[in-house]
């Protein structure tokens, strides 16, 4: 039997995107707080992933508006 793994997700900078885990399985959905940089990271069994860097930037004006 495979052993279920649980994920912590953690933001360098809560105040510009926040993580929160999709249970059970091993995504997580980050949500915009505020414009500015911010590293993700999932820790699991004591080894934690690379810093992955988001960018919450404005919205680009769409072509021809």
């Known amino acids: 039997a495979l052993a279920l ?3 912590r ?3 360098s900078d809560s105040t510009v995107a926040t993580v929160a885990a999709k249970v ?3 995504g997580a959905t980050v949500s915009a707080v505020s ?3 911010t590293s993700l990271v999932a820790t699991a ?3 934690s992933s690379e810093p992955l860097p988001i960018t919450v930037a404005e919205p680009e004006e ?3 508006a």
């Open 45 to 47: 069994g004591g080894v």
């Open 5 to 7: 793994v649980s994920f």
């Open 62 to 64: 769409p072509s021809g």
């Open 24 to 26: 059970p399985s091993a």
């Open 9 to 11: 997700w953690s933001s």
């Open 35 to 37: 414009l500015g940089v």
